[in-house]
């Protein structure tokens, strides 16, 4: 939810830097669009069973996910240490020994919160789903729209790496000017109408989650 709320309050920096005069990007606003949908809707997809054995499972997938990338990271870093010197190789080891140390540990606190809560390891050990099956598990319900919230994921993720054909397939394109040297030149700029798409279910599955999570703690805090 902090990054959630931090990815909103920046893309409004981002089109709103004065206040009050939109400045339209071509794709710079989708990025922060996009981690505050996945993040709105990984908070959403913790909260939303009735199940709390359920919940938890869905925690501890998450945070067995976050452990291998933990993992993955620190080997990758390992190896640009010069492994040409001992002091090199024993950096390198230290910090992978450390990684490998800590992971260790989490799975350790893993397996004693599934145990209390009659989990087997086989429930969460492989990780959460993809954030399209997190975002659309998430908004499955009768107050949002899985398939919708989705598949303004995708479309998101098309305008937050390069890929020309989604960048042809969502802007405007003015017309064509041929340059009489075997080039075309055309202004094309970003439709608004995928940027306010986007922002909208950001914001709607944020509100959600904000709401889910009040949920949860009045229901903490009313138990007998």
């Not at 390891?121 to 919230?149: K, R």
């Not at 960048?167 to 109408?193: F, Q």
């Amino acid at each position: 939810m902090s990054m959630a709320t931090d990815s909103l309050a920046s893309t409004k920096q981002l089109l709103l830097p004065d206040g009050e005069q939109l400045e339209h990007r071509v794709t710079a606003q989708f990025p922060l669009l996009r981690s505050a949908l996945e993040s709105a809707a990984t908070a959403l997809w913790l909260l939303r069973p009735d199940s709390q054995r359920e919940r938890i499972v869905r925690l501890l997938q998450v945070r067995a996910t976050d452990i291998e990338f933990d993992l993955t990271l620190v080997k990758a870093a390992a190896g640009l240490v010069d492994l040409s010197t001992s002091q090199g190789r024993s950096t390198s080891q230290a910090a992978i020994r450390g990684a490998v140390a800590r992971r260790k540990r989490h799975l350790e606190q893993m397996s004693k919160i599934a145990s209390a809560a009659g989990i087997d390891s086989a429930e969460y050990i492989n990780g959460a789903p993809g954030y399209g099956d997190i975002v659309e598990q998430a908004t499955d319900y009768p107050d949002l729209n899985g398939a919708n919230a989705s598949t303004v994921w995708r479309l998101i993720s098309g305008l937050t790496h390069p890929s020309p054909l989604r960048m042809m397939s969502t802007s405007k394109h003015g017309d064509t000017v041929d340059n009489d040297d075997g080039t075309l030149y055309v202004v094309a700029s970003m439709d608004l109408g995928n940027t306010t798409t986007s922002l909208l279910a950001a914001m709607t599955t944020y509100r959600q989650a904000t709401e889910t999570l009040a949920a949860r703690i009045a229901r903490v805090h009313t138990r007998p």
